[in-house]
């Protein structure tokens, strides 16, 4: 007898393991710590060290002497745009808190805006297969410009997709904190979606939809 080959064969989904929420904040705030104690150092090599050469005769004083000083303006005006922004680690860790870890098999980047503190990432989280998925936008928590590697695997939510919440890529532990993209036209689902959410939405700090970056458009 000939074995039935009319019946679709189901493969099985084998969901990774969730990260560990503990260990991917240290990670992430030592990230932070790195790259200010890196952008620190440059800092004061470019506005402490000319400053030192001329007292000690190394160079001459000129204007030329003091043009690292002005590149050190630069960089410091830039550092301290990119830590005010990546304050959303605390915000991250506020949601974290409440929410318990989801995975989402598909995560999709959409679009991405360059801005001085980072880039503000347009992305879809979806269950493969489903659709309807809303339209997000993310920021790498640290202040990272790069888009995080790691999310060709899917990626772990905590939150609620139409308050917005956290993503975190599955072999990376980068952080996003993402929020729905267009949050007017969500007011209806999260009406429907009840109370209690809404109070927990609320006490993740996940409840207001101001976004102090540009909207994705």
Not at 167 to 186: G, M, Q
Request: aromatic share 8%.
């Amino acid at each position: 007898m000939s074995a039935d080959t009319s019946r679709p064969t189901t493969v099985p989904v084998t969901i990774p393991a969730a990260p560990d929420v503990a260990q991917v904040l240290s990670h992430n705030f030592r990230a932070l710590g790195k790259f200010l104690a890196f952008r620190l150092s440059l800092i004061m090599l470019l506005m402490v060290g000319p400053v030192v050469c001329i007292r000690l005769g190394v160079v001459p004083d000129s204007a030329l002497a003091v043009l690292p000083l002005v590149a050190g303006l630069f960089v410091l005006i830039y550092t301290m745009l990119r830590v005010r922004f990546a304050t959303r680690l605390f915000a991250c860790r506020r949601v974290l808190r409440h929410y318990p870890l989801t995975h989402y098999s598909r995560v999709a980047k959409k679009d991405a805006r360059g801005k001085v503190y980072g880039t503000v990432f347009a992305l879809r989280v979806s269950i493969r297969g489903q659709h309807g998925a809303p339209l997000m936008r993310g920021l790498n928590a640290t202040g990272s410009p790069r888009w995080p590697a790691g999310f060709d695997e899917g990626g772990w939510v905590a939150g609620d997709l139409a308050y917005g919440g956290v993503l975190i890529s599955p072999t990376t532990d980068a952080l996003l904190f993402i929020k729905p993209d267009e949050w007017d036209k969500l007011e209806s689902r999260r009406r429907e979606l009840g109370p209690e959410r809404a109070e927990l939405a609320r006490r993740a700090g996940l409840d207001n939809g101001k976004w102090p970056e540009p909207r994705i458009s």
